[in-house]
């Protein structure tokens, strides 16, 4: 399993003459301000706990790009610069389509910056806010993608320790990508960085314990729960710990019970009973998905199934009557013995059409047709 090789301890002192730094004086971060004499800053986009994230134009490459700068305070900091420095190495060693992209760390004009792919359509907390029109499959777009970059960074031996709404980006094209590796760390590393969001700390964060991947399917738990329910989970007390109060619809489908099921599982208060990482998670949210009913099986089975039941056998009952009648008929008139007594009056002219058609008929070969239809023309309709 590869993994970010020596992450504790970059040696920024070592290949970047620090002096020199913390005496320049930092350039304001206004809009129109140009920093390492290539990224022209925009406008804020973000605030958190280590710095503020900017959009800017990179002149070299004629994009637009973001960059999360230390706050000046901090930028004078070795421990925070390390911790930056370490936050890139960490990002770096994931590649995944819903992981955000971080290009480099960089210090000019007084500042610490790294530099990263730019999200344009906000955070999940934005959609999830207003998100109340979203369908389900919409909602489990978001959820799946959000696991696929999890099951990225856990593949390389990564716990992200962050995961929440405000850390998952959405990109111009829609996509969501994971972010924030500040408080990251590597399974192998003894190490670990104090903080997170307090909403979405799990158990065994909160108690002092040390988090793993597990800790991540908990907060990636917490999100799914979000999107499923559109509300934060809620919780009871427990002998065993805090328990999930349920939150799935009683008339809610298989296919939504199975990923209540999940949400719930990766909920658990012990890490030892939730999926042990992002890969079991997506493995699980494929195996609801391949479950799945599709089309009318669907409907049937789905929240209006007992509209649909009371519709179905509604419809059998009248199928039965019909058919029952019509059976009934036909023996009291059976086909061939034509009630010719009880016909309409026909008159002459009835008469001569139902005999040419007689004569027609006689002529293909479809004597029984034609003797018939021959019966009414000579009937006398009384
Ligand atoms: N690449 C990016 N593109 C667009 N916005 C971003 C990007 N990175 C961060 N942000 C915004 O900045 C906020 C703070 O950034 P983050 O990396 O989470 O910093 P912190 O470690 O301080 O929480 C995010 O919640 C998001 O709103
Ligand atoms: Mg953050």
Not at 12 to 40: K, M, W
Not at 42 to 58: L, M
Not at 89 to 114: E, P, Q, S, T, Y
Request: proline fraction near 5%; charged fraction near 25%.
């Amino acid at each position: 399993m590869p993994k970010t090789s020596n992450q504790d301890a970059p040696d920024i002192e070592r290949t970047v003459e620090l002096g020199s730094f913390f005496d320049a004086q930092p350039v304001e971060l206004v809009a129109g301000a140009v920093l390492a004499a290539r990224y022209q800053i925009e406008a804020t986009i973000g605030d958190g706990g280590s710095g503020q994230v900017f959009r800017a134009w990179d002149r070299v490459l004629g994009e637009p790009i973001a960059l999360k700068i230390l706050r000046p305070d901090r930028a004078r900091e070795k421990t925070w610069i390390k911790r930056l420095a370490r936050e890139v190495r960490v990002a770096r060693a994931i590649r995944h389509a819903n992981v955000c992209r971080v290009f480099d760390l960089g210090n000019a004009d007084g500042h610490w910056f790294v530099s990263m792919e730019l999200a344009t359509g906000g955070t999940l907390r934005d959609t999830l806010r207003d998100g109340g029109a979203r369908s389900l499959e919409e909602r489990l777009v978001d959820a799946r993608a959000i696991c696929a970059g999890l099951a990225a960074i856990h593949l390389v031996g990564i716990t992200h320790r962050d995961v929440t709404p405000q850390n998952v980006l959405r990109m111009a094209d829609g996509r969501l990508v994971l972010s924030d590796f500040g408080l990251a760390i590597d399974a192998g590393a003894d190490t670990t960085i104090e903080g997170g969001t307090p909403r979405y700390m799990p158990p065994e964060t909160a108690m002092g314990h040390r988090s793993d991947q597990r800790s991540d399917v908990w907060q990636f738990g917490s999100i799914l729960h979000e999107l499923l329910y559109q509300r934060r989970p809620e919780w009871e007390g427990g002998s065993q710990g805090l328990i999930l109060r349920q939150a799935m619809a009683p008339n809610a489908s298989s296919f939504e019970a199975r990923l209540g099921r999940l949400c719930r599982d990766c909920l658990a208060h012990n890490p030892a009973d939730r999926p042990a990482n992002a890969m079991e998670v997506a493995a699980r949210l494929a195996e609801a998905e391949i479950a799945r009913p599709r089309g009318a099986f669907a409907w049937l089975l789905g929240p209006r199934r007992g509209i649909a039941i009371l519709g179905l056998l509604v419809g059998l009952l009248a199928g039965i009557v019909v058919v029952d009648a019509t059976i009934r008929r036909r023996i009291a008139h059976p086909p061939g013995a034509a009630p010719i007594g009880h016909l309409p009056e026909i008159d002459d002219a009835d008469r001569r059409l139902l005999r040419a058609l007689a004569g027609t008929l006689d002529a293909q070969g479809r004597h029984a047709e034609a003797r018939r239809l021959d019966r009414i023309g000579t009937s006398t309709g009384d």
